[in-house]
Structures are given as C-alpha cells and as structure tokens.
C-alpha cells in the first residue's frame, strides 16, 4: 500500500499534484479530516488489493481538525504502510498573487478579517510541526504549472527505494532556496563576473568552469563538499530520507554555483547517485 499526504500553504499547487497523481493511478481524496485517515487506511487493507495507491489532501481547511494531522502522521509511520508527506510552500507575494487571479477566498479569510497576508503568516505558523515531518519539500514559486507537473512525475515515478539526489543552484540576489536541505555559500570565490570576456557567459561554458574552477581555493572547497556530502549521504538514507536538495548560491546565480553544482552532480553520479540538476536563477538578469 501507498499512501501520500499532500499538505502545505495554501495557493501553492495543490490541487495540480492531485492532477498528477490521479493521472499516475492514485485514488484521491481531497480535505480529507486527518482523523479518517486511519480508518481510510483500514478500508484499504481490506480492499484485497484493488486500492494501493492513495493520496489525501490535508490543509488548513479543515478548521481545527487539521490540528489532529501531526498524531495521525505519528501513528502511520509506526504502522507497516508506504507514506510520503509533501509539503507544498511559495512566496507570501505569489500567494497574494495567485488568490487574486482566481477571486478566491483564502481559507482563514474571516479569522483573519479580509487581511491575506495574516492569514498567510498564520497559516505559516500553524503548519510548522508539520512541515517537519515532510519527505517532500517543494517551493513553487518561480515554477510553472507544467514545470511542477514534471517535477511530480519525477518524484512519483520513482521505483527504487533509493534516495534521490537534487543538486541545485541559484543568486542571492533574487532570494533564498527554502527547499535547499543542505545550502552552500560559494560567493567567498574569485568571481567571473568581473571577467570582461566571461561576464556573459554562466557556469555551463567550459571557460567559465575552467576559470571557477582553477583556484586552489575552489578545488580544496569542492573535494571537502564532496567528502562531507558523501559522508551524509548514507546517514540520510539510514533515516528514510528520499530526497535530498543540495544547493549552490552565488550573487547572480550564473557563474560560480552553476559551476560548482555542476561538479558535484558529476561526481555524485560517477560514485553510483541518481543526480536531478536545475540552474533555478541562470536566465536571470
């Protein structure tokens, strides 16, 4: 039996996971009170196999109910059943945006009486215990439908039991990676920016890498980075961990990171890794 939990802020894409997993077989059921999800559970096993896959979505909507989620989560994970938890996130500013567009109602619209952007911090809030407890971090953000669509094929398609590795870069200068589980700074790196020749180009040029790159400084970084990485990535799995996000800021997000995420993921592949590697500020100006 599998099952998923889909939670997180709302506005930040749930209802297109529901569409992916529905399409990938998943039986779905939408504001499901997280104290039925015990006895769904029970049903299930009972099914004689003709509902294996199953996925609950489980926000702040469910009023005071949803206070129940962390027990229920708790007292699956002792039980002999496949869970994943996705916590879905975005920006308080794509939010707003996005309940604009659509003319809805966020769901602690008349507690928080019409401000969105308390209901927003409050619902931050109250689903940190929950984010936690999350297999699954995804921000959504600067992500397009299809983009994010894709991005849970990926996660759900899976059919080993290994983790997956997702080595990212990004610039500073156009926000933090919040879904990053282990962030590395390599802005204290001669910059290729101030190269006239390179300025244009990003970390995916070879004169570009070759210039990160050339630095005692850089190579002494990145054989550590690797050591260390390396050496945890083991005691995440120990731990049931699936996905691990590995992420590379500079200022720009063009030059260095590129680079360096770039030389971690071919080395994380030649030692046996399955490695996912995306460039999130590349095209930024």
Partial sequence: MQFVIITG?????????????????????????????????DICNQSDGKIDKVAFVIDIRSGELFLKLKDTLSM???????????????????IIRRYKETRRKHPLDEVSYGNIRKAIETERETLVPIKAMADYYIDTTNSSVNEFRERMREIFSETTDFMRLDVRSFG?????????????????????????????????????????MKFDQSKKLLNK???????????????????????????????????????????????????????????NR
């Fill in 225 to 283: 980075l690797c050591d260390l990485i390396d050496f945890l990535i083991p005691l995440y799995e120990k731990e049931g961990k699936s996905q691990l996000v590995i992420a590379f800021g500079c200022t720009g997000g063009k030059h260095r990171s590129v680079a360096f995420a770039e030389a971690l993921a071919q080395h994380l592949r030649e030692v046996g890794h399955r490695v996912r590697i995306s460039h999130r500020d590349i095209e």
């Fill in 172 to 212: 500073f200068k156009f926000g933090y990676m919040p879904e990053g589980d282990l962030v590395f700074d390599v802005r204290c790196l001669p910059n290729p920016f101030y190269i006239p020749e390179l300025k244009n180009l990003t970390g995916l040029n070879p004169e570009v890498y070759a210039y990160v």
């Fill in 9 to 41: 802020m709302s506005g930040s894409g749930k209802s297109s996971c529901v569409d992916v997993l529905e399409d990938m077989g998943y039986y779905c059921i939408d504001n499901m009170p997280p104290e039925l999800i015990g006895k769904f559970v």
């Fill in 76 to 94: 699956l994970m002792e039980e002999d059943v496949s869970l994943k938890v996705v916590f879905l996130d975005c920006s308080d500013d794509a």
